[in-house]
């Protein structure tokens, strides 16, 4: 017998692949991560946030097969500076939400501050590589950005993607939930969606489509054509997206004077491939009653029991457990 979650078959995220909820944020939250976020992108536009031309010609970063270059965790501001966003209420509140899902034993990992830059703050040099947008394999412009200031992920936009599509070698089962800190209404860098798009297997990029006033037709893959509601996520701060692996999703370009600032998380069961590079950049966010029983016991000859009894009750022996 396969048991049911009945509570969840009228969920959003199964029935389309993604959900929005409003106001999802604790208010000192959202208002302190809007602060800071705020902050660190005016200093970074102020100071200069890109190579000028002759010096990324310098660094070899024009070249078309220059690679990526990574934001370190120990610069990454959700590990560091914005650190403080992993132990709040409103991190609780969404290791719970997504634990509905995922069940208890449950994992986080590629925490990031997302930023959508707007066209008008980003050189000549660095936009006219990224456009037509539906010719690229993706808009991360990381690359361009000055050492100090890589401490975020910076994108000029993000062509229509699936997320497996950043760790190919994951089992699909994850979850990414995105938290805008800033307006997603209007020019600032418009989000979009497929609904239902997740029962499409994974496609490589740049994805052939079409496309006309309100759809989006897939046209590779199996069943091609296939043909889905276009919908634009209108987001405000503190507001929770979540959506599938396979979910279709794009960013059109930023074309307001204000950055398009999130916070992104993605969430897998414990166990589930997730396919990310560094094994430490898993965090164990939420486990169940027998995880931490079997997890935490004993590993080794002379290692101290995890529980004991004392007084006919069972209680935890080991420390930093409770």
Sequence with gaps: MLVEFT????DPLLLEGITHVVDFLE?????????????????????????????A???GLLAPDAPGRQVERKNNLLYSDMGWFLESRSFEKLVRTMSAYTGPDIDMFLARLLIAIPLCDIPDYIQQRYFPMEEQL??????????????????????????????PHSDLRFLTTLLPITNRQGDQAPLYILPKSAAVEPQAMPIPHEEDDATTTLI????????????RMLASPGDLLAWSARTFHKVE???????AINLRFNFAPAGARTGVRDPGSIQRVGRSALSYLCEAGPTGPGTPPFTTYKEDELVVARKDYT
Excluded at 7 to 10: A, G, I, S, V
Excluded at 27 to 55: H, T, V
Excluded at 220 to 231: L, M, V
Excluded at 253 to 259: G, I, L, Q, W
Aim: proline share 6%; net charge negative.
């Design 7 to 10: 509570k969840l078959r009228e």
């Design 27 to 55: 208010p000192e939250d959202r208002d302190r991560a809007i602060r800071e976020a705020n902050i660190f992108y005016a200093d970074a536009r102020a100071k200069g946030l890109f190579f000028d031309e002759s010096e």
């Design 57 to 59: 010609l310098a660094r």
């Design 138 to 167: 993706h808009g991360s412009i990381n690359r361009f950005v000055k050492d100090e200031f890589l401490r975020a992920f910076f994108f000029i936009h993000n062509p229509w993607h699936q997320d497996w599509v950043d760790m």
């Design 220 to 231: 590779a893959g199996s069943d091609a054509p296939r043909s889905f509601e276009r919908r």
């Design 253 to 259: 370009p930023n074309r307001s004077a204000e950055p």
